[in-house]
T-cell receptor, first 113, second 113 residues
Framework: AQSVTQLDSQVPVFEEAPVELRCNYS??????LFWYVQYPNQGLQLLLK??????LVKGINGFEAEFNKSQTSFHLRKPSVHISDTAEYFCAVSESGGFKTIFGAGTRLFVKA | ETGVTQTPRHLVMGMTNKKSLKCEQH?????MYWYKQSAKKPLELMFV???????ENNSVPSRFSPECPNSSHLFLHLHTLQPEDSALYLC????????????FGPGTRLTVT
């Protein structure tokens, strides 16, 4: 069965510093991978997705993620964060041929001035 | 209205009440989902509908009853809830079951007293 592990529950970082939010998954079949962001009092919004092709995926708001099949990871990165990036970030995986998307427990990114 | 809307945004109900949550998507999608989001826990998939047919009932207690009258509307009927049912209930839609990118509504914050 597929599963998703987000290795950090909280990540504090100073404004303009780089950040990496870690995500590992397990699955016995091909997968599609996603990062979603949730701002306070809002639903989830898609940041980026990996379906196939290039393993480096660029998303909205300057975020990018790299799919590493051998390490079963899909870490999210941003070279310089802003206060407005403070939010909860969710990694998610869907198995090819299935219809369920499994979400990680979330990582709270807190950007400090 | 655009995207996915949910009403009400906040709901407080007693354990003996009956209430309903409403979700509407304006995206022309064919699949809709209910998720439960509790603090410190991953999103829990509750129900999945495709073209108004329920395809997943993820071991959800019978006090939660979904209804999908058409591909644009999804309801979650609630009765005799327990305090542990207090959570954020999120509705989402996707183009189809195999189009895994999901679009989320803002959620209904439910408090059971």
């Amino acid at each position: 069965a597929q599963s998703v592990t987000q290795l950090d529950s909280q990540v504090p970082v100073f404004e303009e510093a780089p950040v990496e939010l870690r995500c590992n998954y397990s699955s016995s079949v091909s997968v599609y991978l996603f990062w979603y962001v949730q701002y306070p009092n809002q639903g989830l919004q898609l940041l980026l997705k990996y379906l196939s092709g290039s393993t480096l995926v660029k998303g909205i708001n300057g975020f990018e993620a790299e799919f590493n099949k051998s390490q079963t990871s899909f870490h999210l990165r941003k070279p310089s964060v802003h206060i407005s990036d403070t939010a909860e970030y969710f990694c998610a995986v869907s198995e090819s041929g299935g219809f369920k998307t499994i979400f990680g427990a979330g990582t709270r990114l807190f950007v400090k001035a | 209205e655009t995207g996915v809307t949910q009403t009400p945004r906040h709901l407080v109900m007693g354990m003996t009440n009956k209430k309903s949550l409403k979700c509407e998507q304006h995206l022309g999608h064919n699949a809709m989902y209910w998720y439960k989001q509790s603090a410190k826990k991953p999103l829990e998939l509750m129900f999945v509908y495709s073209l108004e047919e329920r395809v997943e009932n993820n071991s959800v207690p019978s006090r939660f009853s979904p209804e999908c009258p058409n591909s644009s509307h999804l309801f979650l009927h609630l009765h005799t809830l327990q305090p542990e049912d207090s959570a954020l209930y999120l509705c989402a839609s996707s183009q189809s079951l195999t189009e895994y990118e999901q679009y989320f509504g803002p959620g209904t914050r439910l408090t059971v007293t």
